[in-house]
Structures are given as structure tokens and as C-alpha cells.
């Protein structure tokens, strides 16, 4: 087996593990460094070798050659369960652990790229989803990535949760979370373009500040009266813009990123 190892901010462990996985890794282990994160993932041959480094240069990458590892426990390790909000049980599929009374189970594969539920912002997501009254509602999650917040929603009581996606990928990874919790996926490759108008009781975007204002008058055609906006992807610099496009509301935190629900008039 090999190694690659390399340093990375907190908040970008999510987006490069998925990179990783995408890249063949046979499991991922994350070290504290300061305020930043060591990643090493594990390869079972030398051949992607120059790749690799070239790949995730510039992060004082490096190759080595491993002992016996057993990258399976390590990954199993790495992404233990989670509670989310009051009500959000976030579960790999290998934890055998019980459901804890009170919390609806979200399976999600973190060997898929495209979102592993681990980011700040998908878990602030997770939270004000459970806050909404989505009980019998249609909800949309646009830029879906790993469907893990349309999969939440269902557990939660939507009547519907449609993930849509411009990235095919993206789709597969949903569609095999959506099949490990035992839920039929209703899955749109595109944007949000290709939905009706009003047709949202609430609409989930998790996805970088710059593409929300760029898509808000999308998000908001889509978006039913009396619509519920939740919002996140953004840092706390770019709060003020958001709003200024989407209207004020709740708003949450972790670290430097923001979540803004809006219940539309």
C-alpha cells in the first residue's frame, strides 16, 4: 500500500475527500494539525503516483510507501455517526449503532463523492430542515450533491423531496444513498430552471454564495407563496448580499458559515 499525505483547512476536508474518493482511494484518515487538518489516503498501488502529487500539490503533499494498513477500519474510523439538530441521526453504513430514541436515521455513504454530510454548512442545512414545518410539503433541494438533504427531508415527513443537479456524479451518489435508505429517488439532472413555477413549499440551496445570487431569481420563481427559503454555502462576509437578494431571516452559524432561512409573504 501507499500513501498520500498532505496538509488542508478544516473547511475544505469535505470537498477534498471527495476528490480522493473519486481519485480511487481505498480509505481516508484525517489528523488535527493546528487549526488546519492532515489528510492521508490510502492507494494500493504506485501508479497514480505523479498524478496524485500533481493533483494536490502546493499542500506539502507527500508519497510514501505504507505498512500493512487497514484502510477499511481506518476509513470506518474516520466517519463515526453523528447527531444533527434535536432530531437528525447521520449514519454511515457500516454503524451497526441503534437509532437513538427520538431521531430519525439519514444513511449516507461517504465513500461517494459529492458530499459526505460532514461540512459545516450541510449540517447547519440538516438543522433548519428539521426546524421547518415540512410535514405533507414538497421540497426541493437544489444542487443536491449527495441527496443527503432530500433524503433527510423524507425521514422528516415531506411529502416529496426532489434533488436536483446539474452534475450526472452527483446524481449517481444520490441516487445509491437514496437505495441505502430504502427511499425512491426523485432525482432532476439540470437546474432549477427545470421546474414550474411556485412549485416549492421549500426550497434548500447548499451551495456557494456567489452561485446563490447568481440563480436567486430561479430560487425564488420556484418558490410557492408562503415558501420557506433555507440557504447555505456562504460565509459571514457574504451574509449581507444574501439577504439583500433573498430577504431576512433566521439566521445560524459554524465557524465562519452562515445559514439564512426565509419564510416568504
Excluded at 49 to 59: I, N, S, V, Y
Aim: hydrophobic share 45%; aromatic share 6%.
Amino acid at each position: 500500500m501507499y500513501s498520500l499525505r498532505f496538509k488542508c483547512g478544516a473547511e475544505e476536508v469535505e470537498l477534498l475527500s471527495g476528490e480522493l474518493w473519486e481519485a480511487g482511494t481505498a480509505g481516508i484518515r484525517e489528523l488535527e494539525d493546528g487549526e488546519g487538518v492532515i489528510l492521508i489516503a490510502g492507494f494500493p498501488t504506485n501508479d497514480d503516483r505523479a498524478e496524485l502529487l500533481e493533483r494536490f500539490a502546493g499542500r506539502d503533499t507527500q508519497w510514501e510507501q505504507e505498512d500493512a494498513t487497514d484502510w477499511v477500519e481506518e476509513t470506518h474510523l474516520a466517519w463515526p455517526p453523528r447527531l444533527v439538530g434535536e432530531r437528525i441521526f447521520l449514519a454511515p453504513p457500516w454503524c451497526k449503532d441503534v437509532t437513538p430514541s427520538g431521531r430519525v436515521r439519514v444513511t449516507h455513504n461517504p465513500g461517494l463523492a459529492c458530499g459526505t454530510g460532514e461540512h459545516p454548512c450541510t449540517q447547519l442545512a440538516l438543522a433548519a430542515i428539521e426546524e421547518a414545518d415540512i410535514t405533507g410539503k414538497f421540497v426541493v433541494d437544489i444542487g443536491t450533491g449527495s441527496g443527503v438533504l432530500a433524503i433527510a427531508a423524507l425521514r422528516l415527513g415531506a411529502r416529496v423531496a426532489a434533488g436536483v443537479d446539474t452534475d450526472v456524479a452527483a446524481l449517481a451518489a444520490a441516487r445509491e444513498n437514496f437505495e441505502l435508505n430504502e427511499l425512491a429517488p426523485a432525482l432532476v439532472a439540470g437546474s432549477a430552471e427545470c421546474l414550474r413555477d411556485g412549485c416549492a413549499d421549500v426550497t434548500v440551496a447548499n451551495i456557494s454564495g456567489t452561485v446563490l445570487l447568481s440563480v436567486s431569481d430561479e430560487l425564488l420563481r420556484i418558490s410557492g407563496a408562503q415558501a420557506r427559503l433555507i440557504l447555505t454555502g456562504f460565509s459571514k462576509d457574504e451574509l449581507a448580499a444574501i439577504e439583500q437578494h433573498f430577504g431576512t431571516g433566521g439566521v445560524t452559524s459554524c465557524g465562519e458559515w452562515r445559514c439564512l432561512a426565509v419564510q416568504l409573504s
